[in-house]
């Protein structure tokens, strides 16, 4: 059984570019949490997925970072136009169906360095 | 919003030594998680708890919830504790994560 798989591992883009992170949950989980860690800085909530659904985007900032989690494939979470303050660490987390107090499984991240 | 706050924010200590690292939070929750992060930066669950007291390994996890305080200990250290601990708690699908104890235990 994988665990949460997050790809890439390292993106590089310039200012400007599109950024796609893909997470897919662990087999059988259905909710799926983006994080984003800054460097000096603890792991901020930026969204949470359900199956076809945006459960909660309140962490999302407003322009540019969109999220889906499609009934089939990956979850994504895309930042257009990057710039140099969107360079951080990027985890998903997963749960399975109805126990959001659970413990979270993490995915290995993914660091985006916008140059 | 739940105010996560750690402490020490560094910690050294020398192999064997018995650890202990503090995490209180501004309101009530549901349940209280501590996490593991290796250079790396893969982030591993250690516990979830939401009352009392949990044991896995030497590791042992504890929490007051009249406090809003909870504690992580790490007995007979070794050097591949080094790691930085998280603290993190939920309420609802809402998580909020302290900054984290970065640990490094010296052979």
């Known amino acids: 059984n994988a665990g949460v798989m997050q790809n890439p591992r390292h993106l590089v883009r310039r200012r400007g570019q599109e950024a796609r992170l893909r997470c897919s949950p662990m087999?059988?989980?259905?909710?799926v949490y983006w994080y984003r860690q800054l460097p000096e800085e603890g792991l901020k909530f930026m969204v949470y997925l359900q199956k076809e659904n945006i459960i909660d985007e309140s962490g999302m900032p407003k322009e540019r970072f969109s999220a889906e989690f499609p009934k089939e494939g990956p979850s994504i979470l895309r930042i257009q136009q990057v710039v140099r303050g969107d360079s951080a660490a990027y985890f998903c987390?997963?749960?399975?169906?109805?126990?959001?107090?659970?413990?979270?499984?993490f995915g290995s991240g993914t660091q985006l360095s916008v140059l | 919003k739940n105010e996560v706050e750690q402490s020490p924010q560094n910690l050294t200590a020398q192999e064997g030594e018995f650890i202990t690292i503090n995490c209180s939070y501004s309101v009530g929750i549901s349940a209280l998680h501590w996490l593991q992060q290796h250079p790396g930066g893969g982030i591993v669950s250690l516990f979830m708890l939401s009352s009392g007291k949990k044991k896995h390994g030497r590791l042992i996890a504890t929490i007051n919830i009249q406090e809003k305080h909870s504690s992580l200990h790490i007995t007979a250290s070794h050097p591949r504790d080094s790691a930085v601990y998280i603290c993190a708690t939920n309420t609802g699908n809402q998580f909020y994560f302290g900054t984290g104890t970065s640990l490094t235990v010296i052979p």
């Open positions: 087999k059988g989980h259905s909710h």
């Open positions: 987390a997963s749960s399975p169906p109805g126990k959001i107090n659970e413990k979270l499984f």
